[in-house]
């Protein structure tokens, strides 16, 4: 017989997880969507934002699919208050969200320019009014143009020039916002636009995209002790896209490519980060030229880490490679659907890194090519992508991992950058022609997951206090 108190069953399934996953997740966990300027605002060149290197990559040809750019995208400096009422009325605690830096400062040195910060403070001001924490990050790939021409992350200068504008962020956000992270996923910045050349700014050179590395952890220590030394008030780190690393087999030669690729991919940051040097067994030949000092700058105490999780990568030196088996699939990026690697990856950190602050889930999420018939998006393998991987990471808790949030990528379909607007992230659809946006299966899914959870959590204490 169902009793009352059955109702508030702690297994009832909520965002189908199973009892474990909820005894982790159901209780002060941070729910969230994520996005980034680039990929969503458009208007570039509207209010005196500053060119940025992604406006110029994409107007190379053959750089991104069709030529795509983010000129257009969601077109969410317009409409902004929408889509902030969209966050809301999905019922998340917390949307992240990045400023573009040549909106705020156009040239990246000197002049501020005051409708850009504006843009900035009445996005944070509606997501607060709509109680929705924001969280903010400071550079998701959109350096201004001109800090390029003068020699972009290759150039030491930079860091300084980014730290000047972090502190200005700081001051001007720092008492509204739920927490500011200083880079998102400086391992593609470094690596994916100085070394293969598949982002902005395109370069191809190895020894640079280590410098340029070095650089970006440099900048994040200046910017955190800049903006320590003016009091931001809100909690600061940084946000790191990281892997776990499977080896193909027991082979001397798998085992030592996975504990290299591991080096390169995750300790690479890591260790100047929280063990103040760079990894030594890398495999790598190119290294930075490091100056006196920089490596106690960037190891500076951080509030949070922010890790971007999306897949595994897989090591096989034989020849012809062993594949990896893909028993779950894969997702339209091609990449392998590996949701226990998060687990792996979480475990590691803790185990490596005795100075880890409380961990986020940043970013996850899945690429699907969603479309809209009768007015509705059917995005099952969304929802069983999320599923898993908010399994894993409760597992992750039970094994002691302190982690407080989990924001899911995309809130809405967006610009991909390279891969252009046919890679479909959002929980949100977005016809781009007419801008409309409907809500996929999984965003209901995950509104109404939320919203279970937070009865439970609601009614469990109701029955503590009245027995
Ligand atoms: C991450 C990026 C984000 C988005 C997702 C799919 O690497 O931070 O902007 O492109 O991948």
Sequence with gaps: MKTISSLHD???????????????????????????????????DVD???????????????????????????DHYHRWAEDVAMIADLGVDAYRFSIAWPRVQPLGLGGFNAKGLDFYER?????????????????HWDLPQHLQDLGGWGSRDTAFHFAHYADLIARRLGDRLASLATHNEPWCTAVLGHEQGKFAPGER?????????????LSHGLAMTAMRASAAACPLGIV???????????????????????????????????LGQYPQDTGIAHYPEIRSGDMALIQQPMDFLGINYYSRTWISSAEPA?????????????????PDGLRELLVGLKRDYALLPPLFIMENGMANADSVSDGRIND????????????????????????????????????????????????????????????????????????????????????ALHG
């Design 380 to 463: 099952s393998a969304r929802i069983d992508y999320v599923r898993r991987h908010l399994e894993a990471l409760a597992q992750a808790k039970a094994e002691g991992v302190d982690v407080r949030g989990y924001f899911y990528w995309s809130l809405m379909d967006n610009y991909e950058w390279d891969s252009g607007y046919a890679k479909r992230f959002g929980l949100v659809h977005v016809d781009y022609a007419s801008q409309k946006r409907t809500l996929k299966d999984s965003a209901l899914w995950y509104r109404d997951g939320i919203a279970s959870l937070r009865a439970l959590t609601a009614g469990r204490r109701e029955e």
């Design 48 to 74: 005196g934002r500053g060119a940025s290197i992604w406006d110029s990559f994409a107007r190379q040809p053959g750089r991104t699919v069709n030529g795509e750019s983010g000129a257009v995208a969601c």
């Design 123 to 139: 996005l944070v001001d509606g997501l607060l009014a709509r109680g929705v924490q924001p969280h903010a990050t400071l550079y």
């Design 322 to 338: 062993v594949p990896a088996p893909k028993a779950l699939g894969e997702t339209d990026m091609g990449w392998e659907i590996y």
């Design 205 to 217: 050179d190895p020894q640079l995209a280590a410098q340029v590395s070095h650089h970006l952890l």
């Design 240 to 274: 790191l896209n990281q892997v776990s690393v499977s080896a193909a087999s027991d082979s001397a030669a798998d085992q030592a490519g996975a504990r290299s690729e591991y080096a390169r991919f995750v300790r690479w940051y890591m260790d100047p980060l929280f």
């Design 10 to 44: 702690p297994a009832a399934p909520a965002l189908g997880l199973s009892p474990e996953a909820h005894q982790h997740l159901g209780r002060d966990f941070l729910w969230g969507v994520a996005t980034s300027a680039y990929q969503i605002e458009g208007a570039v």
